[in-house]
């Protein structure tokens, strides 16, 4: 199989897609593994927001905080789902916790034939996090059953993220713990996230674990909570080589991202910048060097003296 022309989507993350060799691969399941306060949900926010972008259809279920503070948490950290959905209230359904067990097993596969029926082009699809309906099912034999005939319905409707939990005691995380070992056995794609708790450049990391049909990259990378993106992950160690059109197309889209979201800036020095650099991106002659006169055309310094 040739990995480099399956159809992928963009994470919406900084970085991320780089690793994943161009972005989730379309159709598949996709976990975000961390302890709690990682950044699992940002990673989740910044998915949903991407997709609205791309005119993705969205579905967002939490089962945890409400979808008011979800909003708001995203706001907080630039990622303005209110400026590009008019709608952003329905983006996200709360799932109370006595009715979840219901909701995986009834509910759910239902709306996903309702969705398959009505030809949605794709779906982004969140389960955030993931964790309590582990609860639900205590043993890995119950919870394989119920995730695997879940993760049929859903990946037949387009890609999902969602979070996984993962045990943290006096600090030490334990990503082969019983919590997590299911719906990482069953994911096309893994990604571990940590707080390590060292400062520095690496007091926060990524890594991916596993991404089936991707000849992704190894190692441990540098990750910080960015904003307007939410987080970024640092792949500057990375060998980029602006002949492979797979790294450009990754690069590419990145900057577009971001080009996009100082179109819609209160600044109108911002909204001009981001105008040049829309037309630098959209002159494929000599794309090595315009990608890499966009980069410093956005980036914070040069948006700072253009602020000042």
């Given at each position: 199989m040739n990995m480099s022309i399956t159809e992928?989507?963009?994470?919406?993350?900084?970085?991320?897609d780089i690793l994943l060799q161009g972005g989730m691969i379309k159709n598949t399941i996709n976990s975000i593994v961390g302890s709690?306060?990682?950044g699992k949900t940002t990673v989740a926010l910044a998915y949903i927001y991407q997709g609205l972008l791309e005119g993705d259809h969205t579905l967002y279920l939490s089962f945890e905080e409400t979808p008011s503070k979800l909003i708001a948490g995203a706001e907080s950290l630039g990622i303005r789902i209110k400026e590009v959905s008019q709608n952003f209230t329905e983006l996200i359904h709360l799932v109370e916790s006595e009715?979840?067990?219901?909701?995986?097993?009834?509910?759910?596969?239902?709306l996903a034939q309702k969705l398959k029926h009505k030809n949605v082009r794709h779906t982004r699809i969140i389960l955030d996090p993931?964790?309590?309906?582990?609860?639900?099912?205590?043993?890995?034999?119950?919870?394989?059953?119920?995730?695997?005939?879940?993760?049929q319905h859903l990946s037949s409707l387009g890609t999902v993220l969602q979070t996984v939990e993962e045990p943290n005691a006096f600090g030490q995380t334990d990503i082969g713990?019983?919590?997590t070992r299911v719906p990482i056995y069953l994911s096309d794609t893994v990604v571990h996230i940590q707080n390590l708790g060292l400062g520095g450049k690496y007091n926060r990391t990524c890594k991916i674990?596993?991404?089936?049909?991707?000849?992704h990259h190894e190692g441990i990378f540098p990750m910080h909570f960015a904003q307007g993106s939410g987080i970024a992950i640092d792949t500057s160690s990375i060998q980029v080589e602006y002949n492979d059109p797979?790294?450009?197309?990754?690069r590419y889209n990145e900057l577009m991202k971001k080009v996009k979201q100082m179109s819609k800036d209160k600044d109108p020095k911002k909204r001009i910048i981001a105008q040049i650099a829309k037309n630098l991106l959209n002159d494929r002659q000599e794309k090595g060097d315009k990608i890499e006169l966009v980069?410093?055309?956005?980036?914070?310094?040069?948006?700072?003296?253009?602020k000042k």
């Open positions: 992928r989507i963009s994470s919406g993350i900084e970085g991320l709690s306060g990682t009715k979840i067990v219901e909701f995986m097993t009834n509910i759910l596969p239902a993931l964790t309590p309906i582990l609860w639900e099912f205590p043993s890995e034999k119950e919870q394989r059953k119920v995730l695997t005939k879940i993760y713990a019983i919590e674990v596993k991404s089936r049909r991707t000849a797979l790294v450009y197309d990754t980069d410093a055309l956005t980036s914070p310094q040069i948006l700072q003296e253009v």
